[in-house]
Protein backbone atom coordinates (compact mmCIF):
# COMPACT_ATOMS: atom_id res chain seq x y z
CA UNK A 1 0.00 0.00 0.00
CA UNK A 2 3.16 2.24 0.51
CA UNK A 3 5.27 1.88 -2.52
CA UNK A 4 3.03 -0.60 -5.12
CA UNK A 5 0.03 1.04 -6.91
CA UNK A 6 -1.69 -1.95 -8.10
CA UNK A 7 -1.51 -3.45 -4.62
CA UNK A 8 -3.03 -0.08 -3.03
CA UNK A 9 -5.72 -0.21 -5.74
CA UNK A 10 -6.71 -3.40 -4.22
CA UNK A 11 -6.25 -3.09 -0.42
CA UNK A 12 -5.79 1.02 0.17
CA UNK A 13 -8.56 2.15 2.12
CA UNK A 14 -8.60 4.64 -0.46
CA UNK A 15 -7.92 2.74 -3.04
CA UNK A 16 -4.98 4.73 -3.55
CA UNK A 17 -1.06 4.81 -2.34
CA UNK A 18 -1.07 5.51 1.33
CA UNK A 19 1.99 7.51 2.98
CA UNK A 20 3.88 5.99 5.88
CA UNK A 21 2.89 7.50 9.01
CA UNK A 22 6.19 8.94 9.66
CA UNK A 23 6.18 10.60 5.74
CA UNK A 24 6.07 14.27 7.57
CA UNK A 25 9.37 13.64 8.75
CA UNK A 26 11.24 13.47 5.57
CA UNK A 27 8.94 16.37 3.96
CA UNK A 28 10.33 18.21 7.14
CA UNK A 29 13.97 17.79 6.73
CA UNK A 30 13.52 18.46 3.01
CA UNK A 31 11.56 22.15 3.70
CA UNK A 32 14.53 22.75 6.50
CA UNK A 33 17.55 22.31 4.14
CA UNK A 34 16.17 24.36 1.23
CA UNK A 35 14.61 26.98 3.88
CA UNK A 36 15.54 29.38 6.87
CA UNK A 37 16.59 26.69 9.23
CA UNK A 38 15.38 25.20 12.18
CA UNK A 39 16.62 23.89 15.64
CA UNK A 40 15.50 20.52 14.08
CA UNK A 41 19.01 20.26 12.67
CA UNK A 42 20.62 21.51 15.44
CA UNK A 43 24.76 19.44 16.56
CA UNK A 44 23.52 17.91 19.72
CA UNK A 45 19.26 17.98 19.75
CA UNK A 46 17.96 14.72 21.46
CA UNK A 47 14.10 14.16 20.36
CA UNK A 48 12.20 12.82 23.95
CA UNK A 49 9.04 13.30 22.28
CA UNK A 50 6.58 14.23 19.64
CA UNK A 51 3.34 14.43 18.26
CA UNK A 52 2.09 13.72 14.30
CA UNK A 53 -1.81 14.84 13.55
CA UNK A 54 -2.37 13.41 9.92
CA UNK A 55 -5.82 15.05 9.04
CA UNK A 56 -6.08 14.41 5.44
CA UNK A 57 -3.81 11.66 3.56
CA UNK A 58 -0.97 12.96 1.34
CA UNK A 59 -1.69 11.98 -2.55
CA UNK A 60 0.82 11.24 -5.04
CA UNK A 61 1.95 14.73 -6.94
CA UNK A 62 1.22 16.89 -4.72
CA UNK A 63 2.73 19.89 -3.80
CA UNK A 64 3.62 20.05 0.05
CA UNK A 65 4.52 23.04 2.10
CA UNK A 66 5.30 23.53 5.78
CA UNK A 67 4.95 26.63 8.38
CA UNK A 68 7.03 26.39 11.69
CA UNK A 69 6.05 28.10 14.54
CA UNK A 70 7.57 27.90 18.13
CA UNK A 71 5.29 26.65 20.08
CA UNK A 72 6.79 26.99 23.67
CA UNK A 73 10.34 26.82 25.48
CA UNK A 74 11.12 25.90 29.17
CA UNK A 75 14.22 24.97 31.23
CA UNK A 76 13.89 21.29 33.36
CA UNK A 77 16.16 20.19 35.72
CA UNK A 78 18.73 22.10 33.96
CA UNK A 79 18.01 20.81 30.48
CA UNK A 80 17.05 23.36 27.44
CA UNK A 81 13.45 22.46 26.07
CA UNK A 82 11.94 23.70 22.70
CA UNK A 83 8.61 22.81 21.23
CA UNK A 84 7.96 23.82 17.71
CA UNK A 85 4.29 23.47 15.92
CA UNK A 86 5.37 22.30 12.05
CA UNK A 87 1.78 22.50 9.81
CA UNK A 88 1.70 20.86 6.58
CA UNK A 89 -0.42 21.85 3.19
CA UNK A 90 -0.69 21.01 -0.44
CA UNK A 91 -0.45 23.18 -3.06
CA UNK A 92 -4.50 24.15 -2.83
CA UNK A 93 -3.98 25.10 0.85
CA UNK A 94 -5.67 22.22 2.61
CA UNK A 95 -4.23 21.12 5.99
CA UNK A 96 -2.79 17.87 5.75
CA UNK A 97 -0.59 17.25 9.00
CA UNK A 98 0.53 19.19 11.99
CA UNK A 99 4.05 17.85 13.31
CA UNK A 100 4.25 19.17 17.10
CA UNK A 101 8.16 18.73 17.75
CA UNK A 102 10.07 18.72 20.95
CA UNK A 103 13.75 18.83 21.54
CA UNK A 104 16.23 19.01 24.16
CA UNK A 105 18.94 21.34 22.61
CA UNK A 106 22.30 22.01 23.94
CA UNK A 107 22.54 25.33 26.19
CA UNK A 108 24.74 27.93 24.66
CA UNK A 109 25.95 28.00 20.74
CA UNK A 110 30.12 26.64 22.10
CA UNK A 111 27.89 23.37 23.58
CA UNK A 112 26.46 23.45 20.13
CA UNK A 113 29.64 24.05 18.43
CA UNK A 114 31.19 21.01 20.58
CA UNK A 115 28.67 18.32 19.24
CA UNK A 116 28.85 19.26 15.41
CA UNK A 117 32.92 19.04 15.79
CA UNK A 118 32.44 15.48 16.70
Known amino acids: MLIDPNYAAKHSPTGELI ?3 LFVVQV ?3 CIENGSGSW ?3 PGARNPGQKIEL ?3 FKAGETIS ?10 RRGKHYITDKLDFYNQ ?3 HKATWWLTLILPPNRSAML ?3 RL
Open 92 to 94: YGV
Open 114 to 116: HFA
Open 40 to 42: IRS
Open 28 to 30: AFY
Open 66 to 75: MTVSPFDKWI
Open 19 to 21: QHP
Open 55 to 57: FEP
